[in-house]
């Protein structure tokens, strides 16, 4: 439904008609402008869940869920994907443009020049136990960065708003590999300057001081396209978590660490794991239909891990190029016949046939497959959402960037419909029933 000609709407209340503005973007949904609403009404708008309302708007992201279509600054993800790589994709998602040679270089100095933690930052970890979940770790020492830089420049002064953006792109694979090596008993691995933001992970991850660690260029360029396909998603729970946390002038460390605390939940980016976990259960194809009459049975809170968007009602981009990229990986590791990988196409197919889906247009998204080519990488399960975590961070400080920058920008306090207790006269205890 296209809105391009409206510029109003009318709404009448009590006999009061009243116009608000329709403003229209670049390219998806116009949107009608509700600022003046409360005021010449009183009545306010009730959207829980936000199924039909703009938080702010952006020039960073777009997603055109009928097509199945995602665009980071105009480009779509299958170009950026096949033809360029996380380093200049943050560029792009921070600066809006891609760079340059000078600029790529000077940017990727930027990044690995903060790629080392304080080394009390290692303190930290000896707090948790070593099953500790590793999102809970990185919830914590993320957290814990604010610490160590804070101070009230970090939202007022743009240099300073940079660098800090510089600092978080580059200390998460350091924290989140430190955060693995700690569950495993392993000694922290230091970054090395001279490879590649997905080899210094790689290596910082799996490296051990007793012999050379030898990269693979194959799992190197898998786990860019990964980080690339995750790096940003318009306004989801955790970007919206990072907006509204920097709506107040928190600590840009704290609010990425609010960011990580919202992005682990199964609803959103610990889906990749529940999907493992979800695969593993089932088991065998034989056992796909009693899922599938699960995940439709309003009874059962069981739902398909990896199937489902609030935006896409088509095939994910990401979970697309994410199957192709299993393939690849599977093969180039000489894994024939992955038997998750197997049981993952055929249950997407199943479902992709079953009426209840596609009356309700659910596809597999971006969390259906990542899973399992972590898995033949040798990554651990509980490091999914984490690593899911590494790649968005350049989104969440592009849009806390994008946020805080803005000079019409508010803090964000949102209203409610009240139907708790009316006003009643306090009971002493001794009268209470
Ligand atoms: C991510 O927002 C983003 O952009 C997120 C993300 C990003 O990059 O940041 O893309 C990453 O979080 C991907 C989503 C990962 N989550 C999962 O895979 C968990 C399984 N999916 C669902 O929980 C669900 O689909 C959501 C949470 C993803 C979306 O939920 P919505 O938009 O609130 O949709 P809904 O719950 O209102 O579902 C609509 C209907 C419901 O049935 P009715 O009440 O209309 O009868 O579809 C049903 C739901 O019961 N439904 C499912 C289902 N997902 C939705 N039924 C079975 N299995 C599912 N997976």
Known sequence: MSHESLKTVQLTVGGKTITLPILTGTDGP?????????AETGLLTYDPG???????????????????RLLYRGYPIEQLVEQSD???VSYLLMYGELPNVSQRAHFSQ????????????????????????????MVGVVGALSSFYHNSKETQDESTREVACWRLIAKMPTLAAMAYNYSVGRPFTYPKNNLSYAGNFLRMMFSVPSEEYILSPVLERAMDRILVLHADHEQNASTSTVRLAGSSAANPFACIASGIAALWGPAHGGANEAVLSMLTEIGTA??????????????????????????????????KIMRETCHEVLAELGVKND????????????????????????????DFYSGIIFRAMKIPVSMFTVIFAVAR?????????????????????????????????????????
């Open 30 to 38: 116009s949107v009608i402008d509700i600022r003046t609403l409360y």
């Open 50 to 68: 936000f199924t039909s309302t703009a938080s702010c708007d952006s020039t960073i992201t777009f997603i055109d869920g009928d097509k199945g």
């Open 86 to 88: 996380f380093m200049e």
């Open 110 to 137: 930027d990044i690995t020049y903060h790629t080392l933690v304080h080394e009390q930052i290692s303190d930290f970890y000896s707090g948790f136990g070593r099953d500790a979940h590793p999102m809970a770790i």
């Open 286 to 319: 034989d056992r796909i239909p009693e899922f599938i009459k699960r995940a439709k049975d309003k009874n059962d809170p069981f739902r398909l891990m990896g199937f489902g968007h609030r935006i896409y009602k088509n095939y994910d981009p990401r979970a």
């Open 339 to 366: 038997p998750l990988l197997t049981l993952a196409m055929e249950l997407e197919r199943i479902a992709l046939e079953d009426p209840y889906f596609i009356e309700k247009k659910l596809y597999p998204n971006v």
């Open 393 to 433: 961070t350049v989104g969440w400080v592009s849009q806390w960037r994008e946020m805080i920058s803005d000079p019409m920008q508010k803090i964000g306090r949102p209203r409610q419909l009240y139907r708790g207790n009316i006003e009643r006269p306090f009971v002493p205890v001794e009268k209470r029933g």
